[in-house]
């Protein structure tokens, strides 16, 4: 079945420590995004990408980094420079362009759990 | 920059009956999607409904439907005959149109579903 795995579920980390969440999809979707989930607070978009080698920063960026050197991959480092990094972290995917049914529709990931000790 | 407001941060529904979350959004644009997203307590996110600016047309998928009302920047979700399942937080969410756009998202309603 095509979809979006995300990968670890949880994740603990020490201050000071780099970490990355890894997402890889199988729907050959162009785009693909990276949101952070806080109570209270919604989605916030961190990155995305359009296509494979190019990416933009989001609203929340600083503290973060991402590379797209494959369609299918979209791994999301979050530095020892993120201030507040515990949280809920989601990939998505979309086809992106078109007007048809199934254009702009975001594709989800389970989503990776974030905790700094 | 376009913002995306949920007033309602918990709202809860008998079983059976029917229950509207609000949406209002800021946009100068013309062109543009709105959709409301699910996630239950797994917190698997899941699209319920899409609507395209340029359709007059109310969106409906079984159970749930929108009230989209352009010139007022609203676009809300109802959800008939209300079940166990529909307990969720609900995300409203916009997306500029042409091109690659990024998606943005509100704070979030919380569904209680009340046997």
């Known amino acids: 079945d095509g979809g979006i795995t995300q990968s670890p579920k949880y994740l603990f980390r020490k201050e000071g420590q780099n970490v990355t969440l890894s997402c890889e999809q199988n729907?050959?979707?162009?785009?693909m995004y990276w949101y952070r989930q806080d109570p209270g607070q919604g989605l916030r978009l961190i990155y995305y990408?359009?296509?494979?080698?190019?990416?933009q920063k989001g609203d929340i960026a600083e503290g973060y980094s991402v590379s797209r050197e494959k369609k299918e991959s979209f791994p999301l480092t979050v530095t020892s420079a993120q201030k507040n990094p515990t949280a809920f972290y989601l990939c998505?995917?979309?086809?992106?362009?078109?007007?048809?049914?199934?254009?702009?529709?975001?594709?989800f990931g389970a989503g990776s759990r974030l905790t700094v000790l | 920059a376009q913002t995306v407001t949920q007033s309602q941060p918990e709202m809860s529904v008998q079983e059976a009956e029917t229950v509207t979350l609000s949406c209002t959004y800021d946009?100068?644009?013309?062109?543009?999607?709105l959709f409301w997203y699910k996630q239950p307590p797994s917190r698997q996110m899941i699209l319920v409904i899409r609507?395209?600016?340029?359709?007059?047309q109310n969106a409906t998928e079984n159970r749930f439907s929108v009230n989209f009302q352009k010139a007022a920047k609203s676009f809300s979700l109802k959800i008939s005959d209300s079940q166990l399942g529909d307990a969720a937080m609900y995300f409203c969410?916009?997306?500029?149109?042409?091109?690659?756009?990024?998606?943005?998202f509100g704070t979030g309603t919380k569904l209680q579903v009340i046997p």
């Open positions: 946009t100068s644009e013309s062109d543009y999607y």
């Open positions: 729907l050959n979707h162009d785009a």
């Open positions: 990408s359009q296509i494979v080698n190019d990416f």
């Open positions: 998505a995917s979309s086809v992106g362009q078109g007007r048809d049914s199934g254009a702009n529709v975001l594709t």
């Open positions: 609507q395209e600016a340029y359709k007059q």
């Open positions: 969410a916009y997306r500029s149109g042409g091109g690659y756009q990024k998606v943005t």
